[in-house]
C-alpha cells in the first residue's frame, strides 16, 4: 500500500530530477553514467594534440559545465578497467543516514530521489519501528532483512513522520555501487596497457 503524502511534503512533480548520485546501506562509489553517450575522443594521452583538445573541451562542456553524467565504464575500457556491480544481486533501499531511536532506526538525511524509500514516501526525521515485519533498531538489523530479499522483491515497511503513522510498500532495487576491476593483463589490448602505463608515468 503506497503511503499517503506527509503534510508539507512537496509534490511529486514538483521534485528536481533524478541526478548521478554517488551511491545497500551507507555511502557508494560513483555510479555509472548514462549509455549510448559518445565522448568524441579519447581519455588520457592517446591521438592527436588537437583530437584530445577536443576531447577535453567536450567532457567540460557536457560534465562539468553541463548536467549530464560521464559513462564511466567507457572511460574506464579504454585503459582496461572494468566497470562492475560493487555488490551484484544485492537489495537496496537508498543510501541511508540511519541513527538508533527507541522508536525506531531515525532516517538523518534526505532519501535520495528516486530510491524506494523516497518512493514509498520517506522523508528526513522520519521513524522506521519495522521493515518486512521485523523491529528494527540498528542499521546492522536493516541489512540482516535486506539479506534474505533479492532485487524487485517488495516488503512493507512502516514508518511515523510528522505525528502520524503510515504503511507503504518498498520495491527492492538492485544496489547501483560500481567499482573498478583492472582486467588481467592477458586480456588488456595493447592500446590499453600503453594507456595505464601513460597513466602510471604522470603520476608524480
Keep these: 500500500m503506497r503511503a499517503t503524502g506527509a503534510p508539507g511534503?512537496?509534490?511529486?512533480?514538483?521534485?528536481?530530477?533524478?541526478?548521478?548520485?554517488?551511491?545497500?546501506?551507507?555511502?557508494?562509489?560513483?555510479?555509472?553514467g548514462h549509455p549510448g553517450h559518445g565522448h568524441g575522443g579519447h581519455l588520457g594521452g592517446r591521438g592527436t594534440g588537437r583530437r584530445n583538445d577536443a576531447f577535453a573541451a567536450d567532457f567540460f562542456d557536457r560534465y562539468v559545465r553541463g548536467r549530464e553524467?560521464?559513462?564511466y565504464g567507457m572511460l574506464l575500457r579504454e585503459a582496461g578497467i572494468a566497470w562492475e556491480p560493487a555488490r551484484p544481486g544485492a537489495a537496496w533501499i537508498g543510501p541511508l543516514q540511519l541513527r538508533a531511536?527507541?522508536?525506531?532506526?531515525?532516517?538523518?538525511?534526505?532519501?535520495?530521489?528516486?530510491?524506494?524509500?523516497?518512493?514509498?514516501?520517506?522523508?528526513?526525521?522520519d521513524r522506521i519501528p519495522d521493515l518486512d515485519g521485523r523491529s528494527v533498531t540498528s542499521a546492522e538489523e536493516v541489512a540482516a532483512v535486506l539479506a534474505g530479499h533479492r532485487p524487485g522483491d517488495r516488503i512493507p515497511v512502516r514508518f511515523r513522520s510528522r505525528g502520524t503513522e503510515h504503511e507503504a510498500e518498498l520495491r527492492l532495487e538492485e544496489d547501483p555501487a560500481r567499482r573498478g576491476v583492472l582486467l588481467p593483463a592477458g586480456e588488456r589490448s595493447a592500446e590499453q596497457s600503453g594507456l595505464?602505463?601513460?597513466?602510471?608515468?604522470?603520476?608524480?
Design 69 to 71: 553524467a560521464p559513462d
Design 9 to 32: 511534503r512537496p509534490a511529486r512533480g514538483e521534485r528536481p530530477p533524478l541526478g548521478a548520485p554517488l551511491h545497500g546501506l551507507g555511502d557508494h562509489t560513483a555510479q555509472a
Design 101 to 125: 531511536d527507541p522508536d525506531g532506526m531515525g532516517v538523518d538525511g534526505m532519501p535520495t530521489i528516486g530510491s524506494p524509500l523516497y518512493e514509498a514516501g520517506l522523508d528526513r526525521d
Design 196 to 204: 595505464l602505463e601513460a597513466w602510471g608515468r604522470a603520476v608524480p
